[in-house]
């Protein structure tokens, strides 16, 4: 997805009026009764308070993604369950001493594998490769948007009177 510079102010503009609604302490109450550990909301609400400059103008980064992370978990109920789930069995795991490092780098080999063969152009097969291209497919769609909007913001426009950065 690739914005132009006016796109993405207007998207930016639009995500930041969304994140201004948000209250935190609604955002990390929410987090904090859908059972994640309170490390995980600490790290969330340090998130809340990261702001960026972006064309000129200081932008609240990071109440916009944690409004995004909300509004893909209200689209996504099922997936929220299922990776806190995969999150809670290797939370215990990794507690076993020879399964833990195990089970770590496992994952590692097979998500490494499946980003590999997304980026030879293979389609998300059976089995638990496949399984993890579409986790990866699914988090790039996720943060796509974002990064469109930051990226564009970022890349210095030409001006259409001297072709110098603005």
Known sequence: ??????????????????ARE???????????????????????????????????????SGRIALAEIIRFIDENPNLVIGVALGAAVTSLVSFIPVLGPLALALGIVIGGLAGQKL??????????????????LLARKFFELLISVFNAL????????????A
Do not use: C, Y
């Open 1 to 18: 997805m690739t914005l132009s510079t006016a796109e993405a102010n207007l998207e930016l503009a639009i995500l930041e009026s969304n």
């Open 22 to 60: 948000i209250d935190r302490v609604d955002v990390l109450t929410r987090f904090t009764n859908v059972g994640l550990p309170q490390e995980v909301v600490q790290r969330l609400r340090e998130l809340w308070d990261a702001r960026e400059e972006i064309t000129g103008r200081v932008v609240h």
């Open 119 to 136: 980026d030879a152009g293979q389609k998300p097969g059976p089995g638990v490769v496949g399984i993890t291209q579409e986790l990866i």
């Open 154 to 165: 970022r890349t210095p426009a030409l001006t259409a009177a001297g072709g110098s950065a």
